[in-house]
DNA sequence: TATTGTTATACTCTATAACTATA
DNA sequence: TATAGTTATAGAGTATAACAATA
């Protein structure tokens, strides 16, 4: 009989901490490079009102015009609940409009205003810098590689 | 005088949607393939009661037997409030317990459980198993490539 | 019936301010 | 005062079920 709630011998606080086990795994590097990623793109499309996903769904609706909000949470990966409060904040932002379609009026067909089609450039350019500063090191090979990688995961949970 | 509500020459549907000014941004890719591994390893992990972050915390403890919760939250990269619900949880699973340190009372040594290092050992494996069913076409050079401009990222913030 | 968009809801992760007990 | 852990809280991302309008 095991008594679980037995410790294994206790220590005392250790002065360096490793990360021995964890720095195997590949999802953990991800993880921890993504955070970064991810704060740092926030910092970079707020002077423009816009946080990953309204970019991203704006930058896609400019250039796929007239999709429908299905579409756009299917190309996005996102769930169409969640992709209404963001056409809602574009909408709000005068970024793009819901244009009814008479042919079939259940959809919305997504377009880009003017002032969004600016914005979008803008933001773009800003993403340019922020990808230069963050993965200006790596070299295009490697680059190209990681790209690669990314997509085969991707495939994964495709197949 | 511009009219920023007035949108670009409207289309009807596409019937396919295309990434393209998007597919040339690395965080973009990070972003899905991270979602797609985030999802994989939560399912992974469930069978344990573990996910990912009280996972990562019991094999950060199990390595560094005593060490305090500040400490864990800084090898974590986390904030110290958020650690405190994960804590909480390992400890009502009986995995790792809060010790009290004599030379200090304000701080707790962490320390697993003989089952938290069961656990640990068991989850490490299906961890193991995840990584090669999701990256298991990633050659080791490739491999290496990817963690280090993943710890370069890292480093850009940190620096 | 099936589909589009929507509402409501819940769970997770992240971040900040303010508290307590110890030092 | 300073630090460790805690509480409360808020915001963002994600996921599912169920609804109204339309096909």
């Known amino acids: 009989m095991i008594d679980n709630k037995k410790t294994v011998p206790q220590k005392s606080q250790p002065t360096q901490i490793s990360d021995e086990t964890l720095r195997r795994f590949l999802g953990y ?17 707020k002077p423009f009102g816009l946080r990953m996903l309204t970019y991203t769904a704006l930058v ?5 015009p007239g999709l429908s909000q299905t579409q756009l949470a299917l190309a996005m990966d996102i769930e169409r609940p969640n992709l209404v409060v963001i056409v809602d904040e574009l909408e709000r932002l005068e970024l793009i409009v819901r244009d009814r379609v008479p042919t079939d009026r259940r959809l919305y067909a997504l377009n880009p205003t003017l ?6 450039d803008q933001a773009v350019a800003a993403d ?4 230069a500063r963050l993965f200006g090191q790596i070299d295009d090979a490697t680059r190209q590689a990681l790209v690669a990688a990314l997509s ?8």
Chains 1, 2 share one sequence.
Not at 128 to 131: K, R
């Open 60 to 64: 896609i609706v400019c250039d796929n």
């Open 29 to 45: 590097h991800m993880k921890r490079a993504f955070n970064v990623v991810q704060a740092d793109l926030a910092i970079t499309l």
């Open 152 to 159: 085969s995961v991707r495939a994964t949970a495709d197949g």
């Open 128 to 131: 340019e810098a922020h990808e």
């Open 115 to 120: 002032a969004g089609v600016r914005v979008r």
